[in-house]
């Protein structure tokens, strides 16, 4: 069975642990080693049986501490090629073997995880989300976009739990302390992706399977994980979906979320 924890997830820095019976995985180590270590405790995980860490892209809240990790637990690191490129202090820290290259949207093996990257509009050299599945149950971890591109949205159909990223709330961000460059660069269409529009992704994903969503990677200025959890539903509410129809919950910046089972 597939178990998913989020071990912090906001725009402050991003870790999150995917596991399937003898596989376990993290995708980002976006915050320090020693919180991550600390957070798989919690779930009493030891970091010695990570087999292996995903990168999405080089953005410092998703590789903060990949190298060091990967080093003191001797653990593969797998991120594209462009992505390698763009980390090359990270890189210095990785033993020879450790340093792993898949090609975005062709499939590569974990274990007994299979393993889909998927392109995200982002600005980054080559983002991606992943789809994960065990060969009878999808998830997706799918943040850092700016918007949901008709690919995304086929990649993500057939997930029984998506990691969504709810961002911002436009008129929050409108009025958050931000510079100006730097609220176009958020809202725009490499950016990330917003509160309405996370919920209009997942209304569009029910029918295929779609039973329990995180949001994840919110703002820290331009937006309130509450706000985030009511603009979705009532972005639900809007496409006729009832309350409690999926079961919706919002990742923390500070601590990790319960062990999910995804059934
Ligand atoms: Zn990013
Ligand atoms: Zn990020």
């Not at 180590?29 to 405790?41: N, P, T």
């Not at 820290?93 to 274990?111: L, M, S, Y």
């Not at 529009?197 to 820290?220: D, F, N």
Request: hydrophobic share 35%.
């Amino acid at each position: 069975m597939l178990k998913f924890c989020s071990l912090y997830s906001g725009s402050s820095g991003n870790s999150l642990f995917i596991e399937n019976n003898d596989t376990k995985i993290l995708v980002d180590a976006g915050v320090s080693c020693k919180k991550i270590i600390d957070a798989l405790d919690h779930i009493n995980i030891n970091p010695s049986d990570i087999d292996a860490i995903l990168v999405t892209h080089e953005h410092t809240d998703h590789i903060q501490s990949v190298g060091t990790f990967s080093k003191k637990f001797d653990i593969p690191v797998y991120a594209n090629e462009k992505t390698w490129n763009a980390i090359p202090k990270e890189i210095e820290k990785i033993g020879e073997k450790n340093i792993c290259t898949f090609k975005t949207a062709e499939d590569f093996v974990i274990g007994n995880l299979v393993i889909h990257p998927f392109k995200t509009p982002h600005d980054a050299v080559e983002s991606c989300g992943f789809t994960v599945s065990d060969g009878k149950t999808k998830m997706s971890i799918a943040t850092d976009l700016g918007h949901v591109t008709p690919e995304i949205n086929n990649c993500l159909k057939g997930s029984k739990f998506i990691l969504l990223e709810s961002n911002y709330e436009p008129e929050v961000l409108r009025i958050c302390s931000y510079p100006s460059s730097l609220k176009s660069r958020i809202s725009g269409p490499n950016g990330h992706l917003s509160n309405n529009l996370a919920g209009q992704t997942i209304s569009s994903l029910i029918e295929s399977g779609l039973a329990t969503v995180m949001l994840g990677h919110l703002s820290k200025e331009s937006n309130f994980p509450e706000m985030a959890y009511e603009t979705v539903l009532s972005e639900l509410e809007a496409r006729k979906f009832k309350r409690g129809t999926i079961d919706l919950s919002v990742a923390s910046r500070f601590e990790p979320s319960n062990l999910i089972e995804i059934k």
